[in-house]
């Protein structure tokens, strides 16, 4: 008599508590992840960051009063407590003096040097927003005289030119952003780490932490530039561009 095999299934008992152990980690997992603890614990070492947005900012200054003279000596201005705080000084620069008479004289650009009459007297850094002049020059080395008693207008011509970059940090890790690279080519060949001036790089970013980041530099209307983000770390982002205005 041929003998029959006995196959042993899982009792309906060991079976329900099987499925209930799953859908009780299932619940965990959708909690944790939903929580954020999963998400955070699996992006832990992923590393992004983004440009989110550029933009090229533009003002002007029309014979804009920046401080007064004085009788002697040098003075210093300090155009940004003005206005347009970590802007770059572009376009075509006017410096205008007036003396206790009222008289204009009217100081020109050339390179870092004021000038007048072809004459030095004085100096402006157009991307540290300050300027000196120097009232021995004007007086003494320019013929003027003794014109200046202190107190009287001095007024700037200019156009300030700024690009804004609001960059955010995307990924699981934090970034230290070391330097900034930029280019009107992809390949981002300048390094303008320099340009930043209301940051002290190396600047950490936390995962999720937002940050505009000013670029105190010109810009040229019609051309797109690009940008790139390197960090502490060696860590590279980008490039991201946009066409100025």
């Known amino acids: ?58 003002g002007s200054w029309s014979k804009t009063w920046v401080g007064e003279t004085k009788d002697s000596g040098t003075e210093t201005y300090d155009l940004w407590s003005v206005g347009y705080r970590y802007y770059y000084m ?33 100096d402006i850094d157009r991307d540290d927003g300050t300027m000196t002049i120097d009232y021995d020059a004007l007086e003494v080395d320019c013929g003027l005289g003794d014109v200046f008693k202190g107190g009287e207008d001095v007024k700037v011509t200019c156009t300030w030119q700024r690009i804004d970059l609001f960059v955010k940090n995307t990924g699981g890790a934090a970034l230290s952003i070391k330097r900034i690279w930029v280019g009107k080519t992809s390949d981002c060949p300048w390094d303008w780490t320099w340009t930043v001036k209301h940051l002290t ?33 060696g860590s590279v982002f980008g490039p991201f561009s946009e066409e100025a205005p």
């Open 1 to 58: 008599m041929a003998s029959r095999l006995r196959r042993k299934g899982i009792s309906p008992v060991l079976a329900t508590l099987i499925l209930i152990v799953i859908a009780v980690l299932a619940g965990l997992a959708v909690y944790a992840w939903v929580s954020g603890w999963m998400g955070g614990w699996i992006g832990t070492g992923s590393k992004e960051l983004k440009v989110i947005k550029i933009i090229f900012k533009q």
């Open 90 to 122: 572009t376009g075509t620069i006017k410096v205008y003096v007036y003396d206790k008479d009222g008289n204009e004289y009217e100081l020109t650009r050339s390179g870092d040097n004021l000038m007048y009459n072809g004459k030095d007297v004085g």
């Open 201 to 233: 790089l190396p600047y950490r970013m936390d995962p999720g932490n937002e940050r505009w980041i000013y670029l105190t530099h010109d810009y040229t209307s019609g051309a797109t530039y690009y940008f790139k983000l390197e960090c502490a770390d």
